[in-house]
Antibody, heavy 120, light 106 residues
Framework: QLQLQESGPGLVKPSETLSLTCSVS??????????WSWIRQPPGKGLEWIGN???????HYNPSLKSRVSMSIGGYRNQFSLRLESITAADTAVYYC????????????WGQGTVVTVSS | EIVVTQSPATLSVSPGQRATLSCRAS??????LAWYQQKPGQAPRLLIY???TRATGIPARFTGSGPGTDFTLTISTLQSEDFAVYYC?????????FGGGTKVEI
């Protein structure tokens, strides 16, 4: 059974860059069948899709964040990553990584989420 | 961007009753709509995709309808474990967008 696990700093200072990693177990990020997404949820609010990445490194980003977001995949590890630059308090949220199938971008497997707080 | 609007924001129902949740897209998404359930402190769980197809392991009391711009999630007989927040999501066009959620409470 495929599982996802987010990791990264719980506290980030304003104007810094947030880096998060999603480790994949029970499957491979190099499968051509799946896309890998980041989704966030501010405290008490709804879900916002940040973007996704395919195993060959192609990406789609939410235009609302596009100027500050970058994603990468793999290397020598079974993982994918998120970078979000110029962090502000509005970026405080639970960040989830999730899997979707190509052609039907619904999220069938999610990580447990990691809390990121932006504060000086 | 396709805006997705859910109503009502909160739905108060009793166990054993039927719950009907609505989701409206700002333009047609065909059948490219999914529903998720989220309980406090947990990640969302996929319930329905392609507007009306239940995900693996989802009980038959969850039913979705569409297509087009107006969608409904019906929970036929509410169980205690069904009290949660429900989100719809369109995947017809980039960026993928979610509705604001409907909280189903006792």
């Amino acid at each position: 059974q495929l599982q996802l696990q987010e990791s990264g700093p719980g506290l980030v200072k304003p104007s810094e860059t947030l880096s998060l990693t999603c480790s994949v177990s029970g499957g491979s990020v190099y499968s051509s069948n799946y896309y890998w997404s980041w989704i966030r949820q501010p405290p008490g609010k709804g879900l916002e899709w940040i973007g996704n990445i395919y195993y060959i490194g192609s990406t789609h980003y939410n235009p609302s964040l596009k100027s500050r977001v970058s994603m990468s995949i793999g290397g020598y590890r079974n993982q994918f990553s998120l970078r979000l630059e110029s962090i502000t308090a509005a970026d405080t949220a639970v960040y989830y990584c999730a899997r979707s199938r190509g052609g039907a971008y619904v999220f069938d497997i999610w990580g447990q989420g990691t809390v990121v707080t932006v504060s000086s | 961007e396709i805006v997705v609007t859910q109503s009502p924001a909160t739905l108060s129902v009793s166990p054993g009753q039927r719950a009907t949740l609505s989701c409206r897209a700002s333009q047609s998404v065909s059948s490219h709509l999914a529903w998720y359930q989220q309980k406090p402190g947990q990640a969302p769980r996929l319930l329905i995709y392609a507007a009306s197809t239940r995900a693996t392991g989802i009980p038959a009391r969850f039913t979705g309808s569409g297509p087009g711009t107006d969608f409904t999630l019906t929970i036929s007989t509410l169980q205690s474990e069904d009290f949660a927040v429900y989100y719809c999501q369109q995947y017809r066009r980039w960026p993928l967008t979610f509705g604001g959620g409907t909280k189903v409470e006792i």
